[in-house]
């Protein structure tokens, strides 16, 4: 039996920005957005079968996500 690590990031914004966000999602990671009045809230669920493997793609997402948040 392995392990699975998972975790969700949610970010609450602009729906512009939220669509900025949601095009520097990769493909394989799956996230929902709701959408209440001009507020968006994205939620991200990452998964993955190492903790090592869990960090450095959030990382990167953070790090992506780091300039589109102004």
Do not use: N
């Amino acid at each position: 039996m392995s392990e699975t690590f998972s975790t969700e990031l949610t970010w609450e914004g602009s729906k512009d920005i939220c669509a900025r966000l949601i095009e520097l999602i990769p493909e394989s990671i799956q996230y929902s957005v709701e959408d209440v009045s001009d507020i968006s809230k994205l939620t991200i669920f990452v998964s993955s079968d190492s903790l090592e493997k869990l960090r450095s793609i959030v990382d990167d997402l953070l790090a992506g996500f780091s300039d589109q948040d102004e």
